[in-house]
Nanobody
Framework: QVQLVESGGGLVEAGASLRLACAASGRTVSRSAMGWFRQAPGKERDFVAAISWSGGSTSYADSVRGRFTISRDNAKNTAYLQMNSLKPEDTAVYYC????????????????????WGQGTQVTVSS
């Protein structure tokens, strides 16, 4: 089993930056794809970004491409989401996810592509 814990959320003004971290325990995630999703009140959980376990492949939602960067440090069993130029529409609970079914270069972009989930961290961007 893998336990994922997100951190780094908070309340910021539009244009600010935040860095989310997803720390894994219980099992190494060095061979798992990692993803970030977000869910605003009353909406579905949406894909934000993902990275393959090799780190060689990344994918981003159109709404965050160019502003957000996903990365991972397998030595620390941790994934990150650097969020720059934040907008009010980025307000949501952000979840990290992990899954071991993918090859070194594959990544999933759907919630059902991931078996392990964190509890989420709130990001609120004021205008």
């Amino acid at each position: 089993q893998v336990q994922l814990v997100e951190s780094g959320g908070g309340l910021v003004e539009a244009g600010a930056s935040l860095r989310l971290a997803c720390a894994a325990s219980g099992r190494t995630v060095s061979r798992s794809a990692m993803g970030w999703f977000r869910q605003a009140p009353g909406k579905e959980r949406d894909f934000v970004a993902a990275i393959s376990w090799s780190g060689g492949s990344t994918s981003y939602a159109d709404s965050v491409r160019g502003r957000f960067t996903i990365s991972r440090d397998n030595a620390k069993n941790t994934a990150y989401l650097q969020m720059n130029s934040l907008k009010p529409e980025d307000t949501a609970v952000y979840y990290c996810a992990a899954d071991f079914r993918w090859s070194s270069w594959e990544i999933g972009e759907r919630p059902k592509d991931y078996d392990y989930w964190g509890q989420g961290t709130q990001v609120t961007v004021s205008s």
